[in-house]
């Protein structure tokens, strides 16, 4: 149901690669409350990827992006600038991608070439963006930024490898880019630390299942779902948040606050 929240609202949303992508959510959400949107995705998600078959749904259009190139990501800001007739008042950065998680390298063995590509691409691309929105004047005062991270920023998962330290540096731009575009335009900058999620990138981490699993019973309300995440998404783009900023905020559950639960402790209690 539709309460009209971004209405007249316009923004970008990157990495709607299918369905089961969080950012393919929060794209429909948005529209769903009044926003316009350009979607953006990598150059290989014409391939293997959905984002023109949402944008025909969405009556909109891809700008295509590779978020490693500055030439890329200043097309695209200029490109929806004009498309959208005016600046943003949110941006959605939906992107990660870990070579060494897909070749299955053990973190004891990193190959350091792909982890510098892992952090380029799921981190730096994101002050890189802002760098662009910033140069370009391209957000409203009050306008919203939005990244999404994992817990394994704070706490060891073993199989998340080096996935942790690229939301470590996510987290530290949000907080750190949040502050300098606060002070100047009032533009807010958060990071949402989603639950384990159904999506491509998630289950493509070793134990997804385990993990997800884990997560559910620890958690007292369980996983937090893709449609949950997207909503909580748009609200950080509407007007109800705007002193919201430099903030990383849990959106799991309850997982990042509780020590045990007792879904757990039944697991594991001795039998009488």
């Not at 369905?19 to 009044?34: L, P, T, Y």
């Not at 390298?105 to 994101?126: E, G, Q, R, V």
Request: proline content about 2%.
């Amino acid at each position: 149901m539709s309460n009209g929240i971004l209405k007249g609202k316009k923004g970008i949303v990157f990495g709607a690669l299918n369905d089961a992508s969080i950012a393919w959510k929060v794209a429909q959400r948005c529209v769903e409350e009044g926003a316009e949107i350009i979607l953006t995705n990598a150059p290989v998600a014409k391939k293997i990827g959905q984002t023109e078959v949402l944008a025909k749904e969405l009556n909109t259009e891809v700008i295509y992006c590779d978020v490693t190139k500055m030439e890329d990501l200043e097309n695209l800001v200029s490109q929806s600038l004009e498309k959208l007739g005016g600046k943003f008042d949110f941006v959605l950065h939906s992107v990660g991608m870990s070579l060494n998680v897909r070749k299955k390298k053990a973190y004891t063995d990193l190959n350091y070439d792909w982890m510098h590509t892992s952090i380029d691409i799921s981190a730096m691309s994101f002050h890189r963006l802002m760098q662009v929105l910033w140069k370009q004047d391209a957000v409203k005062d009050w306008g919203s930024i939005m990244a999404l991270s994992y817990i394994a920023a704070q706490r060891t998962f073993p199989d998340y490898s080096e996935m942790a330290e690229a939301k470590s540096m996510l987290e530290s731009i949000a907080r750190s880019f949040g502050y300098h575009y606060g002070k100047a335009k009032k533009v807010r900058v958060n990071t949402i630390s989603q639950s384990p999620t159904m999506t491509t990138a998630g289950s493509g981490v070793g134990g997804f299942d385990a993990f997800y699993n884990y997560a559910n019973k620890m958690s007292p309300l369980g996983n937090a779902s893709a449609d949950a995440c997207a909503d909580y998404v748009i609200t950080m783009f509407s007007d109800y948040t705007k002193m919201v900023t430099m903030q990383n905020l849990f959106h799991d559950g309850g997982f990042s606050n509780t020590g045990i639960s007792s879904d757990l402790m039944d697991d594991f209690r001795d039998p009488e």
